[in-house]
């Protein structure tokens, strides 16, 4: 062995090897590719991290400078990959091995820079390494040993397509090795596709499978799972426990539960990010937590130090993912209990589950409250504090304690403290379980307990009244102040029912029902002497008799049937005839459809169909002259506004109307030669006065002329500007709203 790696063994504490560590460390297997199958909890990682080492450290036992990774490790989950990475720290610390990781859920960029500075061993998960890959992140012409952990495992998370991509991008010459618990043909198949002459190592021990693992099958009843699960937890008092679940609701369901209770519990599960699940499992190690609760998934490949406790709060889906539960504990020579909450409808299932395992069980009840009581106090007294030196403060509060109270009212009061400190037990209901099946098909069911001496009452009310017991049993609790287990059997006939009440609590039952013996819906109550006589429902209704025939006796044939082929009644000929098309061409056709009156944008009502010379359509349009409209006066302003247009018709008033010296409105010109423009914006290219300074259809703007002072550009922060000076208004002020008397030497005004 080499002996950097050989140093660190020895100040991890390794006075031995393992079974699998020694096989695989074997100098005939040097070089050798190997196919490795050993059980949960065997030092793998250990094992394999020893095999490689010849093939990757120098001969000094050594690294070079970090550059091209040498090895690669690829593991299925995120846990298992970074427990893989602690493990090789501590293995690889005396050689000056620079690790990385490539983990799903981390940051990329992060491992992108790790993996330029340069990496001896990185190890990753199949989809994140298969990324970068693809992204020219890693370079894998290095590679010297590829290591698949768990390679089962990662056939069955669909990881195929992606460990042959791998494979396929390292170098031809590499050293392959594949560790799985079990060996299927999907292994073998891959096995000799990537491997060369693959070496087969198997370490089975003479025990078989955990044998230091003691399961534990604990029946409870149905609606008593959570409470067994808090029992168990607290009555072996384990450093670290696992509290497994099938599902990501149960997780967070049982997590809830078992912190209310006072327990330090974490969650373990598909749903939490890779950081939530990674401080969830360093509070584990630290001990900031005892109990973790987790899926199947999440918890693969898990090794927690001090972990002594496995309870399948859940039965998994097969044995194979039973051994992996139970293979949390019990890890690298270390005792571990594995217990199984089996419910009476979960029975069978465990018991298969024990047979399909080869595993055998002691089958017990769960812990009841009393047995956990007991538990804290013989903990209490094999505590190591009593076997410690204590201080001369502690010894004087000691003797003021002794001097005010009694030994004995001391110590009941420090077990009770002792006690507070932890959750309190549950009480669990009693479960009849039977024996497990020796052969038997189904276990004998246990006879009812006899009811004992009772009373029969009569109730008024039975079957055609539609009576049943689901009703009957809270109304008679509440009337006559009774509960449930003192009411017997409850026999329902036709139109009367017949109620069982336990002898010692009828006369109360009676005192509580009143003389008037009435209950409610006015259901009246009677008192039977003796046994009333109860009849069955009685048979069924007959049906229809029916006389079986006589299969032997041949049968009479069966006369053909005549085919109708008379023409249809005339009726039908003449509903054929009166729906028949009406092809004939010289028929009258069909009026025209009148067209609705309908309403105009004005008041009137059109009528449509009136002869088009009549009466004009729309009264403001005219065939001949259109009349001139009204025109339009603004507000205030006393001088007429713009009449329309003019159709240029001869003889028609003109469209502007002047007066006086008033310039008419300066909207759109009608282009008649001679006259000034109207409008001062935009030029139509008569006139000499310069257009509007604003958007400008191609023509220069207008510009002051030569010689004449600037004016400067008023700014909007000078409120001087927004007042009228005395006198008058402004100069270029527009007049109003749709024009008007224009000012001397002012601008045109800005028409829309």
């Not at 009061?413 to 039977?434: F, I, T």
């Amino acid at each position: 062995m080499i002996d950097t790696l050989a140093r660190a063994l020895a100040d991890k504490g390794y006075d031995a090897l393992t079974p699998v560590q020694e096989a695989v460390t074997d100098p005939d297997l040097d070089g050798q590719d190997l196919l490795v199958s050993a059980q949960t909890g065997s030092g793998k990682t250990v094992g394999f991290g020893l095999a490689i080492g010849k093939t990757i450290l120098a001969e000094d036992g050594t690294f070079g400078p970090a550059g091209r990774p040498l090895a690669l490790i690829v593991a299925p989950t995120r846990e298992l990959a970074l427990q893989v990475k602690r493990e090789l720290s501590w293995l690889y610390a005396g050689t000056g091995a620079v690790l990385a990781s490539c983990v799903g859920g981390m940051d990329v960029r992060d491992e992108r820079r790790s993996l330029d500075r340069g990496a001896h061993i990185v190890v990753a998960t199949p989809g994140r390494l298969v990324d970068h890959v693809k992204r020219s992140n890693i370079d894998l012409s290095d590679i010297r040993a590829i290591v698949l952990d768990e390679a089962d495992e990662m056939l069955d998370l669909g990881f195929k397509e992606d460990l042959e991509f791998i494979l396929g991008e390292a170098p031809p010459e590499r050293r392959t090795l594949m560790f799985s618990a079990t060996v299927p043909a999907t292994i073998v198949k891959l096995a000799k596709s990537y491997q060369r002459d693959a070496v087969r190592v198997t370490t089975v021990t003479k025990e078989g499978q955990h044998a230091d693992i003691e399961y534990r099958a604990l029946s409870v009843a149905q609606h008593d799972g959570d409470n067994a699960i808090i029992n168990v937890l607290r009555f072996y008092d384990a450093p670290n426990a696992i509290v497994f679940a099938n599902t990501r609701a149960m997780v967070t369901r049982l997590t809830t539960r078992l912190s209310n209770r006072g327990f330090s519990v974490v969650a373990l599960s598909g749903e939490l990010s890779q950081q939530e699940r990674s401080h969830a499992l360093q509070a584990m190690r630290d001990g900031r937590a005892k109990v973790c609760v987790a899926t199947d998934v999440a918890a693969r490949g898990i090794d927690l130090p001090n972990l002594e406790l496995v309870i399948h709060a859940e039965l998994p889906t097969n044995a194979e993912i039973l051994l992996h539960r139970s293979g949390r504990t019990g890890r690298a020579g270390r005792k571990g209990i594995s217990a199984m909450i089996v419910t009476p409808k979960m029975r069978r299932r465990a018991e298969n589950l024990l047979t399909w395992g080869k595993l055998q069980a002691t089958w017990a009840m769960a812990p009841s409250a009393d047995e956990i009581l007991r538990k804290d106090e013989e903990r209490l007294l094999n505590d190591e504090i009593w076997g410690e030196t204590f201080t001369e403060d502690e010894k004087a509060f000691a003797s003021r304690l002794l001097e005010l109270h009694e030994p004995a009212q001391i110590a009941a009061a420090y077990l009770r403290v002792y006690q507070g400190k932890q959750s309190a037990p549950e009480d669990l209901s009693a479960v009849n379980a039977p024996a497990p099946r020796d052969g038997s098909d189904k276990a004998p069911r246990e006879r009812k307990e006899t009811f004992g001496p009772s009373k029969w009452f009569r109730v008024d009310v039975g079957r055609d009244q539609k009576a049943e017991a689901r009703w009957l049993l809270p109304m008679l609790c509440k009337a006559g102040d009774i509960t449930k287990k003192e009411i017997g059997a409850i026999r329902i006939q036709a139109d009367e029912t017949f109620v069982e009440i336990a002898e010692g609590a009828s006369a109360a039952f009676i005192k509580a029902v009143g003389p008037d013996m009435v209950l409610e819906n006015q259901a009246k109550l009677s008192i039977v002497d003796g046994v009333p006589q109860i009849s069955d429902r009685g048979p069924r209704p007959d049906k229809k008799a029916y006389t079986p025939r006589d299969n032997d006796a041949p049968r009479a044939p069966r006369p053909p049937r005549a085919r109708d082929t008379s023409p249809p009644p005339p009726s039908r000929q003449d509903d054929v005839a009166a729906i028949a098309p009406n092809r004939d061409d010289s028929a009258k056709a069909r009026k025209p459809r009148a067209k609705p009156e309908r309403k105009d944008h004005g008041d009137a009502l059109v009528d449509l169909n009136k002869p088009r010379g009549a009466k004009p359509v729309w009264k403001g349009k005219s065939d001949d002259a259109r009349p001139a409209r009204a025109p339009y006066r603004a507000d205030g302003d006393a001088k007429p506004a713009y009449k329309g247009k003019s159709d240029g018709a001869p003889g028609g008033k003109p469209a502007w109307k002047d007066k006086g010296d008033k310039p008419a409105y300066k909207g759109k010109s009608d282009g008649k030669p001679g006259e000034k423009p109207a409008w001062k914006g935009k030029s139509e290219g008569a006139g000499d006065k310069p257009a509007w300074k604003g958007k400008s259809e191609g023509k220069p703007a207008w510009k002051k002329p030569d010689g004449a002072p600037a004016k400067p550009k008023a700014s909007a922060s000078d409120t001087s500007k927004r007042f009228v000076p005395p006198g008058g208004k402004p100069a270029g002020k527009p007049a109003g709203k749709f024009g008007g008397k224009g000012k001397p030497g002012g601008k045109a005004p800005f028409k829309r």
